[in-house]
Structures are given as C-alpha cells and as structure tokens.
C-alpha cells in the first residue's frame, strides 16, 4: 500500500472518518503519477508517530484530491535510540545517499558538519540544496514505513557541534581511520547496558580524506570515543551507511 507524508498540520487535529484535502505534491503523485482510482487505499503519516489508513475520495479541484481517513495505528518501528549523523559535507550525490539510506535504516536526526578536509566549494548549502535533502528524507521515510522524519539542521564547524552534543550528555562515536582501537561494535556493546539501549546517540563521520589527526584528538579530549569500522578506507557515504547499519543491529 502506498504511503505519504502530509505534514503536521492535517493530521493531528483528524478524527477516523473525516475528510481532508491532500497537498498539491501528493495530489500529483496520487493522481498523475500513480492514477490511483476512487476508493483505492494508502496510508498517510505527518511525523507524529501515528498512521493513517484513507480510502480516495472525488477530487477538490484540478490540483488537489482529498482521502477519507478510515483507521489510525501507531506503528513500532521507529529506533529507542535517538541516532543524531554528524557527516561532514562532501559532494552532492554522495551526500545524498547517506542521507537516504541512513533514514531507512533509523537516523533521527543530520548534522551537517564543517572540518577541515571539507571543500570549500561543498562548505555552503543553499536554500534549493537543503529543500532537496528534506525531500529525500521524506522519500526515504515513506518508502521504509517510519512514522517519523529526520530533522536536518544547519551546517556547522566540527567544535561547534561537539560541544552542543557534549552539552546535551549525548555518547559521540567519532569514526576515524587512525584509530588503533576499539571497534564501534564493542562501544556500542558497553553502551547497550544491561539490554537498555541510550536514549541518544551521535555518530561523526568525516569527509573526502577523513579526519586530520589533530581533529580526532580534540574530538577526545571534548569527551568523544574515537572508533574504528575496521582496516579498510571507506568512501564517506559507505562508512556513514555501514555505521548505521550496525548501530541498528546493536540498539535496535
């Protein structure tokens, strides 16, 4: 069945046989894209962690039709673990892939972040670039069933955002090639303490030729475990999906 986000404002203020009107982009995409018929069903969420079973109903006007919802549930689906990625920028298409695939398999949140190996060509994210990243996200969270979005907040200097983290008590795994040890899988197995996963958790990853050696020892010294994936280089977006997968496996 299909799925589509809404937005906040729909849903949440809806009660089971309610009629609402769909927005202009998943108006398209139901009625040009897909040509559903009236009466055919799909699931609708707005990030709030419940999902809405609707039936199709006539449509408003040209640009937009309207569902009738029929029953509400609120999938377990979504990670115990708050999961923040703190990927510093790279090139575009890369990027994007960790942020798809990272979503459908739990991330919470993005971070985009500034060190110094980072271009300064793939330092600046504009408005259409982020409207971008916010789509793939939401394309990622519709097709893998999660309830919620990820947020993706501004780009930031690398002692920016670990001292935010650190502030917020949030264990940080900084991923860098050079360390001697241990691997993130035996962190994340001190951390999963007494089958209880953290309530967060932040992953920092580095750009095109990783982290200088002077970055991951400040990271250390700002309360971050420095962690290994294992002895071979990974592309950026390899390393953050890898990541990711394990920390899904170990928290769940």
Known sequence: MHRFYVGSSLLPKSEIGARIDLPEDVSHQIRNVLRLKIGESFRLFSGD????TANLTPAVDRKRVS??????????VEMRTHVTMV???NRPQRYEVALAKCTELGASEFRPMISERVLKSE???????????????TEAAELSGRVRLPEITEA????TVLTDLSAQNTPIIFLWEGANGPMMSDILTELRNDDQPPNNLALVLGPVGGFSENEAMRANKKGAMLASLGPRILRTETAAIAAMSVVAQFLR
């Open 49 to 52: 962690g419940r999902e809405w």
């Open 67 to 76: 569902a009738e919802l029929l029953s509400v549930t609120q999938p377990d």
């Open 156 to 159: 930031a200097p690398m002692s």
């Open 87 to 89: 990927m510093a920028l």
């Open 123 to 137: 330092a600046t994210i504009g408005a259409n670039r982020k409207e971008r990243w916010c789509r793939i996200v």
